[in-house]
């Protein structure tokens, strides 16, 4: 395995650096001058390299485009406090993205390589990553079969490569959703657990659909009852049923998220019940109707926390008290941001400091 100072660095001769707005980071537009990029050949990976970000030249017969061999990771680097870069639980997103290679019969990368990309990376594209409050820097790593057949099979071989690019807030107001109990996102046995593209390509339709009816987004529910609660569009998702934090427990249906797993400890840190169990529809409804539901919310990388204002349940809108200084979800956000961007200790050793 290549070292850190073993990756092979080719800086830009033109920097967009001076083109950004940083008052208007529209999320996912902007992209960092620099990618990482490794090859996976002859059963091995290859020399990794640090390149001026642009296009690849892919053969039209690449099978990722065909059979669907491809997954990616979100993560984000912080602005800290002292003027150091933070990347966020590296060694939890690896953890994933190692269950996602490993179901989607990838090859997985060694966990050095992995984070000295990201570090090197960060090194090069530090100037980056935003110092405005709320910002930070997205990192996408992803893989994806790049041999060029069209015959249905694994493929032999992959290209690894992680890009960049800075981000603000991934929605400006709370949200307004849906409980979908026509399509699902995912069944037992299949790879909801997995972050594959094609998890995000078939969840589209029915979120488009919830869109034109006037809905942000959408929650999942159950393949087999259309019942239970599992996620929410690009998120996890959290609610607060009679003062404790609930949210639906971790199956092979429900992607095991970063941030879910942040909040949850951070409710412990805060003694604030928790608890991880099946969710209901119809305990929803009650909820809302005898007072106990009085909060729910997003939980992601790119959202972080994304406050819920409304849920329509068969049909009928329910709307939840306005989130106040004072919510357990403004109480783990605060938490988690003085964490990431250096305000507080890092008690659980989460960040990555460059």
């Known amino acids: ?156 071989e992959y290209h690894f490569i992680i890009f960049s690019g800075p981000v603000g807030p ?36 029915p979120t488009q659909l919830a869109r034109e009816e006037g809905f942000d987004q959408v929650l999942w529910t159950d393949a087999n009852e259309h019942e239970y609660i599992e996620e929410s569009g690009t998120m996890n998702v959290m609610f607060v049923l009679d003062g404790k934090l609930v949210t639906p427990p971790l199956s092979d249906s429900i992607l095991d998220g970063v941030t879910r797993d942040s909040l949850l400890q951070l409710a412990r840190d805060l003694n604030i019940p928790a608890e991880e169990r099946p969710v209901s529809s119809s305990e929803l409804r009650a909820g809302f109707k005898n007072g106990t539901l009085t909060e729910a919310f997003g939980a992601g990388t790119a959202a972080v926390i994304a406050p819920i204002a409304s849920i329509n349940i068969d049909g009928i809108d329910y709307t939840l008290p306005a989130y106040t200084a004072s919510s357990i979800q403004n109480r783990l956000k605060e938490k988690l941001d003085a964490i990431r961007y250096g305000r507080e200790e890092d008690e659980h050793g989460w960040n990555s400091m460059i």
């Open 170 to 205: 991934y929605y400006q107001k709370p949200l307004r959703v849906k409980i979908e109990k026509d399509f699902i996102r995912a069944a037992r046995g299949g790879t909801g657990a997995t972050k594959c593209s094609g998890n995000y390509g078939g969840a589209f339709f």
């Open 1 to 156: 395995m290549e070292a850190i100072n073993e990756i092979q660095v080719i800086k830009t001769k033109f920097s967009r650096l001076s083109q950004i707005n940083w008052n208007q980071l529209e999320f996912g537009k902007l992209i960092s001058d620099h990618m990482f990029v490794c090859k996976f050949a002859n059963g091995e990976w290859q020399k990794p390299q640090i390149v001026p970000y642009g296009e690849l030249r892919l053969s039209p017969a690449t099978l990722a485009l065909h059979y669907g061999q491809s997954v990616f990771e979100g993560m984000k680097a912080f602005y800290m406090e002292n003027g150091s870069i933070n990347i966020f639980r590296v060694e939890k997103h690896y953890e994933r993205l190692v269950r996602s290679l490993f179901r989607m019969c990838m090859p997985i990368m060694p966990q050095e390589l992995f984070t000295d990309a990201l570090e090197q990376l960060m090194r090069v594209d530090r100037a980056w990553v935003p110092k405005m409050p709320g910002g930070a820097l997205y990192l996408r790593p992803f893989v994806f079969a790049s041999e060029s057949r069209f015959g249905v099979k694994v493929s032999d």
